[in-house]
């Protein structure tokens, strides 16, 4: 369906071109035919350069689309890279970044968790910023505050490990998963309703309309956004980065 928009505008245009051209033409008895009949009997003999005229038209937009985006993780590499208020795991001090936005309740974002670990097991110059980005629920907000109020007790991992394996995420379990890693839950609750973290949660949400990021989990390494967790991608990502980095 998306293609037959763009092939109906076409063919609208070609077809106004035609009896513009048409009507340009002086009517005689004999002689070539008119512009506009010349243009509409190309057409009908080949088909195929409506189908090519797309294609060209969809690769211009998509290319403008990409050129845009690397604009867009440029201007906010640092917002991106360096909030000193996101997590980073793996290596801090790595050559090469990952940011992941995720969402707690998110099914592919906790699928991608045990494989984010081996990522950064072999590969130990790579630091990976945690975009807290709850889109989901409510509850997902509520994991989102609970795992920054953790930061601030210096127990942020292994909360963020245990409240995306959790299955049933709600109210109750994001609790039991605090108390569980040594959080105090009074000071954390003092911490998860504070405006700071509010801000937190509010500034990732501009920067993920800024860039494009509508879904979870999104990547973004370099000048590259990975929607969804596709190893190949981001592994092949990664290497350019590093070499990147090395040059």
């Given amino acids: 369906m998306r293609r037959l928009f763009p092939a109906v505008s076409?063919?609208?245009?070609?077809?106004?071109?035609?009896?513009?051209?048409?009507?340009?033409?002086?009517?005689?008895?004999?002689?070539?035919?008119?512009?506009?009949?010349?243009?509409?009997?190309?057409?009908?003999?080949?088909?195929e350069v409506v189908e090519e005229a797309i294609t060209k038209l969809q690769q211009k937009r998509q290319a403008a689309a990409d050129a845009q985006l690397r604009q867009a993780l440029a201007d906010n590499r640092a917002k991106l890279e360096h909030d000193p208020r996101d997590y980073v795991a793996g290596n801090p001090n790595g050559k090469v970044t990952l940011v992941e936005f995720f969402d707690y309740r998110c099914p592919y974002c906790k699928a991608s968790l045990p494989e984010l670990e081996k990522l950064l097991q072999s590969n130990k110059d790579v630091r990976l910023v945690l975009k807290e980005f709850p889109i989901l629920s409510p509850v997902s907000e509520s994991a989102s505050r609970a795992a920054i109020a953790a930061k601030a007790q210096g127990r942020y991992w292994p909360v963020h490990q245990a409240l995306l394996k959790e299955k049933n995420l709600d109210e109750a379990a994001i609790q039991r998963i605090l108390k569980e890693n040594g959080v105090n839950v009074n000071q954390a609750a003092q911490v998860a309703t504070a405006q700071p973290t509010s801000k937190l949660i509010d500034d990732t949400?501009?920067?993920?309309?800024?860039?494009?990021?509508?879904?979870?989990p999104a990547f973004v390494i370099g000048d590259k956004m990975i929607a969804g967790w596709v190893p190949d991608d981001i592994e092949a990502a990664i290497k350019q980065a590093r070499a990147a980095a090395a040059a």
């Fill in 205 to 216: 949400h501009a920067l993920a309309r800024t860039t494009g990021v509508t879904g979870t």
């Fill in 10 to 47: 076409l063919i609208a245009a070609l077809a106004l071109t035609a009896a513009a051209c048409g009507q340009a033409q002086p009517t005689a008895a004999a002689g070539p035919a008119p512009m506009g009949d010349q243009i509409r009997n190309y057409i009908l003999e080949h088909p």
